[in-house]
């Protein structure tokens, strides 16, 4: 079964960081590009930072540049999404998703990459609040 799973979301006090992974499972992760996501209630899903196979990374949000990085580890099958100096406005659902098809690199730009998304996570929350 094709699969990616997120964890690592909870509560976070402003400034401080956190460690999101998204395991795959039924496929091979490093075969894929793959996008970190967010969404808040009432606001359509927006792309964060996407990695291409080759290691290229790519960041859609302005605010989130200098504080996010990607990064997988293959032996794992496992992406991360490493955030720092977090806000309040980074408190949403952060979801993962493959890059389609195989082997494609990322887009750049926003818009492009929602639309060459593959397999979905079930999201996991940020909160970020004293």
């Known amino acids: 079964q094709v699969q990616l799973v997120e964890s690592g979301g909870g509560l976070v006090q402003p400034g401080g960081s956190l460690r999101l992974a998204c395991a795959a499972s039924?496929?091979?992760?490093?075969?894929?590009?793959i996008g970190w996501f967010r969404q808040v209630p009432g606001k359509e899903r927006e792309p964060v930072i996407c990695?291409?196979?080759?290691?290229?990374?790519?960041t859609y949000i302005d605010s989130v540049k200098g504080r996010g990085t990607i990064s997988r580890d293959n032996a794992k099958n496992t992406a991360y999404l490493d955030l720092e100096s977090l806000k309040p406005e980074d408190a949403a659902v952060y979801y993962c998703?493959?890059?389609?098809?195989?082997?494609?690199?990322?887009?750049?730009?926003?818009?492009?990459?929602?639309?060459?998304?593959?397999?979905w996570g079930q999201g996991t929350q940020v909160t970020v609040s004293s």
């Open positions: 990695m291409g196979t080759t290691g290229f990374s790519t």
């Open positions: 039924g496929f091979t992760l490093e075969d894929y590009g």
């Open positions: 998703a493959t890059v389609m098809p195989r082997g494609r690199p990322c887009p750049s730009y926003a818009t492009q990459l929602m639309q060459v998304i593959g397999v």
